[in-house]
């Protein structure tokens, strides 16, 4: 059975930064893409960025408009882990941040098309 275990959330000021890890364990397995997404009080589950290796073996990166310039995402897909470096965090992104590993090709960015989930890491910015 495989496990996302996320760390590295928590409460940060406006401004600050905060590093995101997400690793995988219960059994070897590739993936397309490795992705964070997030969900705040009373909204739907939203994209934050995702690295993919359809393309090469280094992956490539994808990040929501939200986060762009902002985010970072880096990660290897041999070692299935996942990291979101978080710098000039905004209030806006308070939300519970989820890691998500999608096994084979589908879109980077679409929810229901990521096969394992972790249990999510809080995240707090306060103005």
């Known amino acids: 059975q495989v496990q996302l275990v996320e760390s590295g959330g928590g409460l940060v000021q406006a401004g600050g930064s905060l590093r995101l890890s997400c690793a995988a364990s219960g059994g070897a397995f590739s993936s397309n893409s490795m992705a964070w997404f997030r969900q705040a009080p009373g909204k739907e589950r939203e994209f934050v960025a995702a690295?993919?290796?359809?393309?090469?073996?280094?992956?490539?990166?994808y990040y929501a408009d939200s986060v762009k310039g902002r985010f970072t995402i880096s990660g290897d897909n041999a070692k299935n882990a996942v990291y979101l470096q978080m710098n000039s965090l905004e209030p806006e992104d308070t939300a519970i941040y989820y890691c998500a590993v999608q096994r084979y090709s589908g879109r980077y960015y679409e929810a229901r098309e990521y096969d394992y989930w972790g249990q999510g890491t809080q995240v707090t910015v306060s103005s």
């Open positions: 690295l993919s290796w359809s393309i090469n073996w280094s992956g490539t990166s």
